[in-house]
């Protein structure tokens, strides 16, 4: 039997280390244990990450691009439309709770598979929300906002939300799935309400690629 390549050990480590972390959790998974799972010695785990946040950086950068093709795919169908941002999100909810390892950060009780996501993604959650800003205000240039709406607040609302949700399961007690899919719901129904029914801008559609190709940004930079 051939050896597996290089891609296919980091693969391999990556796919086993997702499941390590989605039965017993970020405290649970150790080097060595995942070494042993994976079948290499625990200095040839190394070699490929130096350390368990680096994996699990890794495991999150994939899963953020992979979700953002599969928003885009979604919304490329017509059942949803892209300018209005209340289908925008409700699609990017129902993507994001397809996926058992995001899921599992928003469900865990002790918040700590939320905090290495939440630490591991400061500098991308700026990006994104300086995103979601230009994104609205291409919105309501457009008509598709009720006036009078202060943007910078509803961009800083609607990045807050996502980021206290990350630990809510641990200062609020025990979520379950059907908790987060409702209170993302609830969202959805808040922003729709901010909503109007005017003819759309060209531009919101170029706006909203730009949205989608900061989530499929691998290694942004920092924002100017």
Do not use: C
């Not at 919304?75 to 390892?101: C, M, N």
């Not at 002790?110 to 300086?130: F, P």
């Not at 800003?133 to 961009?155: F, N, T």
Request: no cysteine; charged share 30%.
């Amino acid at each position: 039997m051939p050896r597996p390549t290089i891609t296919d050990r980091r693969r391999r480590i990556l796919d086993e280390a997702r499941d390590l972390l989605l039965s017993g959790g970020f405290k649970a998974m150790t080097m060595t244990t995942l070494a042993r799972r994976v079948g290499i010695s625990t200095g040839a785990l190394y070699l490929e990450f130096e350390s368990k946040s680096t994996l699990v950086e890794e495991l999150l950068r994939h899963g953020t691009k992979t979700m953002a093709h599969e928003v885009a795919e979604r919304l490329s169908r017509g059942e949803h439309d892209p300018t209005r941002l209340s289908d925008v999100y409700l699609v990017g909810s129902e993507v994001l709770l397809a996926d058992p390892f995001y899921t599992a950060a928003f469900l865990d009780p002790d918040g700590v598979l939320g905090d290495v996501v939440a630490s591991l993604h400061q500098e991308r959650y700026k990006r994104r929300h300086y995103g979601l800003r230009d994104y609205l205000k291409k919105l309501s240039e457009a008509g598709r906002l009720a006036p009078g709406i202060d943007l910078d607040g509803l961009a800083l609302t609607m990045s807050s939300y996502t980021i206290g949700l990350l630990t809510a399961a641990r200062t609020l007690g025990p979520l379950t799935a059907d908790d987060l899919k409702s209170s993302l719901n609830t969202m959805a129904d808040l922003i729709r309400a901010l909503e109007r029914d005017n003819p759309a801008d060209p531009g919101i559609h170029e706006a909203y690629s730009e949205l989608l190709d900061e989530l499929r940004e691998e290694n942004p930079g920092a924002r100017d």
